[in-house]
């Protein structure tokens, strides 16, 4: 079984758990978990270890919400150490809506590659689009 514990500040990972169920469904893999004022790496660290809870690296991921947040080291630490096969930083809606699509058909090694791929794709920028636009004949 793969598992996708999710990390962020505060409740940021519980509110993308339940956006990403009132678009998609049920997605009992994505394990949220909160960082709270007061805690540091070692408690985000243990809460991380806690749920892996034997598992083995390969099928564990970890998504974390900022680059080098204190979610972030602690995920990175247990990769270094060979508890999760990896963690991604910058989770948003479109990136976990992708993971919960492809979660059964994919490997985690498969779902990092694909994350990394279509990574531009999870933002759209007005201006830009119009710009773009701009030129074409409807």
Not at 4 to 29: C, N, R, S
């Amino acid at each position: 079984m793969k598992k996708i514990i999710l990390v962020g500040h505060a409740k940021t990972a519980v509110a993308f758990k339940e956006a990403v169920q009132m678009i998609f469904g049920k997605v009992p893999d994505f394990i949220p978990l909160t960082f709270e004022s007061g805690e540091g790496l070692k408690d985000v660290e243990d809460k991380i270890t806690s749920e892996i809870n034997g598992d083995t690296a390969e099928n564990v991921l970890v998504v974390t919400d900022l680059f080098s947040g204190t979610p972030y080291n602690a995920a990175s630490i247990l990769a270094l150490k060979g508890k999760v096969n990896d963690v991604v930083a910058g989770m948003c809606l479109p990136m976990l809506l992708e993971i919960a699509t492809n979660l059964e058909t994919k490997t985690i090694d498969e779902i990092v590659e694909m994350i990394s791929s279509n990574s531009k794709q999870y933002i759209s920028i007005l201006s830009q689009i119009q710009d773009k636009d701009e030129g074409d004949d409807f």
